[in-house]
C-alpha cells in the first residue's frame, strides 16, 4: 500500500476543483495541495491504524498491524497462538457489557498510547481471556484503577480478624 495515489488524488482533486478560477487562485490551489501533503499522509495512517485495531479486534487468533518503513505503510498479519485446550473447545460467551459508570457522559475520546511489546501482548491476552476486546478492558482496568484499592476480604480465624477497615 502507498500514499502517494491518494495524495495525488486529493491534490488533483483540489487543482479540478479551482481549474476554472483565475491563475492565481489556482496556483493557490497547487501551493495548498503541497502544504497538505504530510497531513493527508497522518490522516491516511491514523486512518489505517484506527482500521486495523478494529480488524484485529474483529478476527479470532490474527493481530493486523501497520508498520510504517520508507515512509509508506505496510501491513503486517501475524497469527496469534491458541492454546490446544481452547482450540478444542468454543471460547465462552463474552461478558455482557459494563454499564457505563456515573462519570459517563455517552462520550467517547480517541487516545493513542505506547506501550512496550510485552505489555501490550499481556493486556491482549487477559483480554482475551475474558473475552472482551482490548479497548473494553483497558476501559475497565482504568475504571478499577481509579475506584481506588479493592477491600481484601475478611479472614476470620479464632478471635483474630484480618481485612481492611472503612
Partial sequence: MQFDEYVTALQH???????????????????????LEPEARLALTRFA???TEEITAELDGAMVEVHIRGGEPVVVVEQTEVPAEMAA???PPPAPP???G????????????????????????AAAAEG???N???????????????SPP???SGRRMTGWAH
Avoid: Y
Wanted: charged content about 25%; overall charge negative.
Fill in 136 to 150: 473494553t478492558w483497558l476501559v475497565q482496568a482504568a475504571h478499577q484503577a481509579l475506584a481506588g484499592p479493592q
Fill in 89 to 91: 473447545d468454543p471460547p
Fill in 154 to 156: 475478611v479472614k476470620r
Fill in 13 to 35: 482533486g483540489l487543482a479540478k476543483a479551482t481549474r476554472l478560477a483565475p491563475e492565481e487562485v489556482q496556483r493557490t490551489a497547487e501551493l495548498i495541495g503541497e502544504a
Fill in 132 to 134: 472482551k476486546s482490548t
Fill in 102 to 125: 456515573p462519570a459517563e457522559e455517552g462520550n467517547t475520546a480517541r487516545l493513542t498510547l505506547r506501550l512496550p511489546d510485552s505489555l501490550k501482548a499481556e493486556i491482549e491476552k
Fill in 49 to 51: 491504524s484506527d482500521l
Fill in 98 to 100: 459494563t454499564p457505563p
